[in-house]
């Protein structure tokens, strides 16, 4: 068993920034690949970003990219989504996730992942 923690959420005005947090439990945090997800109201809960079990490797939806740094700590069992330039279509629920089953892949596909924060909301106004 996998237990996430995500905080940071909040309200942030367009151009500016946020760092989500998320805090593991239960497993060796370095052995599986983290993701960072994100629903919209109405919307299906899309992928963001991801990050392999060392931190090595990284992915991003093309929605994000250049704004949107994902990190991991394994010292501290917590990954980060560091985002700037945040825009109000960036407003959802964001969750992280773990791939417990995966060190070096990292995969973007909602169904890979095994285990589930319970979300933090970030809302972005103009």
């Known amino acids: 068993q996998v237990q996430l923690v995500e905080s940071g959420g909040g309200l942030v005005q367009a151009e500016g920034s946020l760092r989500l947090s998320c805090a593991a439990s239960g497993r060796t945090f370095s052995n599986y690949a983290m993701g960072w997800f994100r629903q919209a109201p109405g919307q299906e809960r899309v992928f963001v970003a991801g990050i392999s079990y060392r931190g090595r490797s990284t992915r991003y939806a093309d929605s994000v990219k250049g704004r949107f740094t994902i990190s991991r700590d394994n010292a501290k069992n917590t990954v980060y989504l560091q985002m700037s330039s945040l825009k109000p279509e960036d407003t959802a629920v964001y969750y992280c996730?773990?791939?417990?089953?995966?060190?070096?892949?990292?995969?973007?596909?909602?169904?890979?992942?095994?285990?589930w924060g319970q979300g933090t909301q970030v809302t972005v106004s103009l």
């Open positions: 996730a773990a791939d417990v089953n995966q060190g070096v892949n990292v995969p973007s596909v909602k169904y890979a992942y095994d285990y």
